[in-house]
């Protein structure tokens, strides 16, 4: 690319799964007995026009997502913040997980894509905002 080429402009989806990839690690809330419940994550892909997480059936963050399906999402770049509300979808198809240990081979350690405990979530009725000390909030919908 050129001085003066500027790359084309990112969709909503895309903003974010960048925002998130920059962060490296993001904090995913659910809701467990009427309480939040917080975590650490580190993955984050886009597959087929969606953005997925990987997660273990055996923790109970699947299991209060399956409850729940409601999450919150957020992540700090150094600069910016990233909050999202979304619907965590379960997509048991083993094309997305093998794209996501594709993405972060250093999780086959630990997760095999055909394996039942292995899963990957999309998020779907996604609203997120970035905001930053001195600028508009920005709000993106996916």
Do not use: C
Request: aromatic share 10%; charged share 25%.
């Amino acid at each position: 690319m050129s001085a003066h080429t500027t790359p084309a402009a990112l969709t909503p989806i895309e903003e974010v799964h960048a925002f998130l990839k920059k962060a490296g690690t993001y904090h995913l809330a659910t809701v467990a007995d009427a309480l939040p419940k917080n975590r650490p994550f580190g993955t984050a892909l886009l597959f087929e026009g969606k953005l997925y997480f990987q997660t273990s059936r055996t923790k109970d963050v699947s299991r209060q997502i399956a409850e729940n399906p409601a999450i919150a999402i957020s992540a700090f770049d150094g600069k910016r913040w990233l909050r999202i509300d979304a619907t965590a979808i379960d997509d048991p198809r083993l094309a997305p997980k093998e794209a996501m240990l594709d993405d972060y081979p250093q999780l086959r350690t630990r997760y095999r894509a055909e394996a039942p405990d292995t899963q990957v979530l999309f998020l779907s009725d996604a609203t997120a905002t970035i905001e930053e000390f001195g600028a508009p909030k920005k709000t993106l919908r996916f």
